[in-house]
Structure formats: structure tokens, C-alpha cells
């Protein structure tokens, strides 16, 4: 969860078109996966959930911990989002390579 996640994802954005030199041609793209969560219980259209929506990553990571939120579907569909490879993401805060695996659904945008 972020509030300034469409902001952080302009910046990188921003850097990554800058890296490629515009006045090229763009022969390589780049994906990139955004993890996604679900919290046990929770409904964004209820007004009084009883686990409060994470405001940061460490909130999120203490939900994950106690086993109150972690990998989306992962309860029917494991394989959709194992790739993203959430114990990675708990302990990084930089970019890293994920995989391809069989069955993978996932939420990513290209540059």
C-alpha cells in the first residue's frame, strides 16, 4: 500500500526513459510486476474493518508476519503471483529479476 504510488511509479518512469535516451529507437522493453496483497477480512467498502489498511510497507510486512495479509489468491491460485516472489520483496526496497513460472497472472506495466 501507497499513497504515492502513482507518483513513484511516474519517477521511475521518468528515470527509466532517460536511462534509454529518447532519441533512440526502443528496442527492448522492460516489465515490470507490482505485488499484490489481500488482508484477511478486509473490504475496502466497509467502514469499521478490524485489521486497519497498511499505510506503509513495514505495517503491510507486519501483517504479512502475524499471517493477516500476504500474496493475493493465494488460496486458490498460488502459482498467479508466486513469481513475484514476496519474501524478496519484504526484505528489498530496490528492483529485482523475477521469473516466469507456469500460470503466472501478473499486475505489471511495461517502458
Do not use: C, R
Not at 37 to 50: G, H, S, V, W
Not at 68 to 82: D, P, R, T, V, W
Amino acid at each position: 500500500p501507497s499513497a504515492t504510488l502513482y507518483k513513484n511509479l511516474q519517477n521511475l518512469i521518468l528515470k527509466e526513459q532517460e536511462l534509454m535516451n529518447l532519441n533512440q529507437p526502443v528496442e527492448e522493453k522492460k516489465v515490470y510486476i507490482v505485488a499484490a496483497f489481500e488482508i484477511q477480512d478486509f473490504n475496502l467498502l466497509k467502514e469499521n474493518n478490524t485489521i486497519p489498511f497498511p499505510s506503509s510497507k513495514q505495517e503491510l510486512i507486519d501483517l504479512m508476519d502475524q499471517g493477516l495479509a500476504g500474496q493475493i489468491h493465494k488460496s486458490f491460485n498460488k502459482e498467479g503471483h508466486f513469481a513475484t516472489d514476496y519474501e524478496k520483496w519484504k526484505t528489498t526496497d530496490k528492483l529485482y529479476e523475477i521469473y516466469y513460472n507456469n500460470h503466472f497472472e501478473p499486475y505489471f506495466f511495461v517502458i
